[in-house]
């Protein structure tokens, strides 16, 4: 048998293997979430105050279990979802979870419901099993009807700590990247490593970048990552708050502790001629 023929086995092989993946892939991402028409029906009901008739998808054991009753809850739904008929229901977010050796597929959806008069952020958890659907949990929030407006950039209303990080954010990566620069055209032994090692920072602070004071910022510590640059700006989903980051660049900073040093002393060390 020749390589060949044994390369091609191979990759036979391997899309055997890859096919039946990528096609759950596309099946569990790809496909309208199982609670989708359930979810789409309710809220298409509620912002049209139309409840005749209407089927709540929620389990009753759970509804008693809470103490609330069937009429309690479309009260509390019909006030929050009177936003008028529904003129563009968008899922942004979906996260899937199948519990091991079971049936079951829970699912976390997030909808931008926009309506006439109002539009709202809908999270539902839901919960599929033997051809049923269960909503489990539905909460929202007011928003606008371009979620690009919602948490925007702005310098305004932020403490001294936002600001703080946000200078950080800004001159670390040019240190980094001055760090590099004077590595790469040094004589310093390894100066190249010293140069790619220079752009990456260690650990990552974080701070949500919302209104508040100093004391109720959000500010988050991971004390093993790497970050290029040394700082991050990031907005996930379109409806958060941005998120700013910054790393410590230990290895910018030991260039010119030990590398530059060593080369400096080295340079003014005296020739003696042979």
Same mark, same amino acid.
């Given at each position: 048998?020749?390589?060949?023929?044994?390369?091609?086995?191979?990759?036979?092989?391997?899309?055997?293997?890859?096919?039946?993946?990528?096609?759950?892939?596309?099946?569990?991402?790809?496909?309208?979430?199982?609670?989708?028409?359930?979810?789409?029906?309710?809220?298409?009901?509620?912002?049209?105050?139309?409840?005749?008739?209407?089927?709540?998808?929620?389990?009753?054991?759970?509804? =008693? #279990?809470?103490?609330?009753? *069937?009429?309690?809850? !479309?009260?509390?739904?019909? /006030?929050?979802? $009177? &936003? @008028?008929?529904?003129?563009?229901?968008?899922?942004?977010?979906?996260?899937?979870?199948?519990?091991?050796?079971?049936?079951?597929?829970?699912?976390?959806?997030?909808?931008?419901?926009?309506?006439?008069?109002?539009?709202?952020?809908?999270?539902?958890?839901?919960?599929?099993?033997?051809?049923?659907?269960?909503?489990?949990?539905?909460?929202?929030?007011?928003?606008?009807?371009?979620?690009?407006?919602?948490?925007?950039?702005?310098?305004?209303?932020?403490?001294?700590?936002?600001?703080?990080?946000?200078?950080?954010?800004?001159?670390?990566?040019?240190?980094?990247?001055?760090?590099?620069?004077? =590595? #790469?055209?040094?004589?310093? *032994?390894?100066?190249? !490593?010293?140069?790619?090692? /220079?752009?990456? $920072? &260690? @650990?990552?602070?974080?701070?949500?970048?919302?209104?508040?004071?100093?004391?109720?910022?959000?500010?988050?510590?991971?004390?093993?990552?790497?970050?290029?640059?040394?700082?991050?700006?990031?907005?996930?989903?379109?409806?958060?708050?941005?998120?700013?980051?910054?790393?410590?660049?230990?290895?910018?900073?030991?260039?010119?502790?030990?590398?530059?040093?060593?080369?400096?002393?080295?340079?003014?060390?005296?020739?003696?001629?042979?």
């Amino acid at each position: 048998m020749t390589s060949v023929t044994k390369a091609k086995i191979c990759a036979l092989a391997v899309l055997q293997v890859a096919l039946p993946s990528l096609q759950r892939l596309e099946a569990q991402f790809l496909a309208p979430p199982r609670a989708d028409s359930s979810v789409r029906y309710l809220i298409a009901r509620l912002a049209r105050g139309d409840t005749s008739g209407i089927v709540l998808p929620v389990e009753p054991s759970n509804l =008693a #279990a809470q103490g609330i009753s *069937r009429d309690s809850l !479309l009260h509390i739904l019909l /006030s929050g979802f $009177s &936003i @008028g008929p529904v003129t563009k229901a968008e899922v942004i977010d979906r996260t899937d979870f199948h519990p091991f050796n079971a049936t079951r597929v829970d699912e976390q959806l997030t909808y931008h419901v926009v309506g006439e008069r109002d539009s709202r952020l809908v999270f539902v958890a839901a919960t599929s099993d033997s051809g049923r659907t269960w909503l489990t949990a539905i909460r929202w929030q007011p928003a606008p009807a371009d979620l690009r407006q919602m948490n925007p950039f702005r310098l305004s209303g932020k403490s001294w700590l936002h600001y703080a990080i946000l200078a950080l954010a800004v001159l670390i990566p040019l240190f980094s990247l001055t760090t590099a620069v004077a =590595a #790469a055209v040094s004589h310093a *032994r390894l100066k190249w !490593l010293w140069a790619v090692a /220079s752009l990456v $920072s &260690i @650990g990552k602070l974080s701070i949500v970048w919302t209104d508040s004071l100093a004391g109720n910022a959000v500010v988050r510590f991971q004390p093993i990552n790497l970050q290029l640059l040394g700082a991050g700006i990031f907005k996930y989903p379109l409806y958060a708050p941005w998120i700013i980051s910054v790393g410590l660049p230990v290895f910018a900073v030991g260039y010119w502790l030990v590398a530059r040093r060593r080369a400096s002393v080295s340079n003014e060390a005296p020739q003696v001629a042979a």
